[in-house]
C-alpha cells in the first residue's frame, strides 16, 4: 500500500551564483579588471555579513573572443563566479543589489531550500504512514480480513518550491525577493501480512 504526506515551510536560506565578466584586447587586462571586480564583489558580500564559509568560487575561466570571421581572436573574456548563501534572508535582496554596485554583471541560479529539512520530513513521514495505514486498513476491512504485521517498508524524500511567495525585503533600496514555501514530501510503501 502507498501512502503520501507533505508538510510546507518558509525557507530559511537561499543560494545565488555570482559572477563577473570582463573583456578587454588582452587576457591580462581582461584578468586584471576581472580580478579587482571581483575583489569588490566579494568584499561586499562579507560586508553585508555573510559568512566566508558560505562564499565559494564555482568557475573560472578565460578564453579568447573571436570576431565575426570566426578565427581571428579580437580580445579575450574572463569569468569569475562564486556561489553564496545566504542564510539571513531579510539580506537576500540587499546582497542582489550590492554585489551588482560591486561590480557583479552575471547572477543566475537564485533558490530557496531550508537548512535542516530532518523534523518535517518526519513530521511528513508520519503523515504518509498513517495515510497508507488507513487505505490498507479500509481495503482490508473491505475483503473481510484484517492487517497483520508490517513485512516491509520504504520512501521516497522530495522537497522543492511552492508558489506561495511572500516578500524579504531589508529597506526600499533591495532588490524585491520572493521566497515563497517549500514542501516537504514523502511516499511510503508499506506492504502489510493479512490475517
Known amino acids: ?13 537561499a543560494t545565488v551564483q555570482l559572477g563577473v565578466t570582463s573583456q578587454a584586447a588582452s ?26 564559509k558560505d562564499i565559494q568560487t564555482s568557475d573560472f575561466s578565460i578564453f579568447p573572443t573571436y570576431g565575426s570571421n570566426g578565427s581571428t581572436i579580437t580580445g579575450y573574456q574572463v569569468n569569475n563566479t562564486v556561489v553564496v548563501v545566504i542564510r539571513d534572508l531579510a539580506n537576500a535582496g540587499t546582497v542582489l543589489d550590492q554585489v551588482v554596485q560591486a561590480g557583479a554583471n552575471n547572477i543566475s541560479g537564485l533558490s530557496f531550500d531550508i537548512a535542516d529539512p530532518s523534523k518535517l520530513q518526519a513530521e511528513a513521514r508520519t503523515k504518509a504512514i498513517a495515510a497508507a495505514r488507513a487505505k ?44 515563497g514555501q517549500q514542501q516537504i514530501a514523502v511516499d511510503v510503501t508499506i506492504s502489510f501480512e493479512l490475517r
Open 136 to 179: 490498507a486498513e479500509a481495503m482490508a476491512s473491505a475483503a473481510g480480513v484484517s492487517l497483520g504485521d508490517i513485512m516491509t517498508i520504504s520512501e521516497s524524500v522530495s522537497n522543492g518550491p511552492m508558489p506561495m511567495a511572500r516578500m524579504a525585503m531589508a529597506d526600499a533600496a533591495a532588490v524585491p525577493v520572493a521566497t
Open 1 to 13: 500500500m502507498t501512502g503520501s504526506g507533505s508538510v510546507y515551510a518558509a525557507p530559511d536560506q
Open 27 to 52: 587576457a591580462a587586462d581582461a584578468l586584471k579588471d576581472n580580478s579587482a571586480k571581483t575583489a569588490a564583489v566579494l568584499t561586499s558580500i562579507k560586508n553585508i555579513g555573510v559568512d566566508a
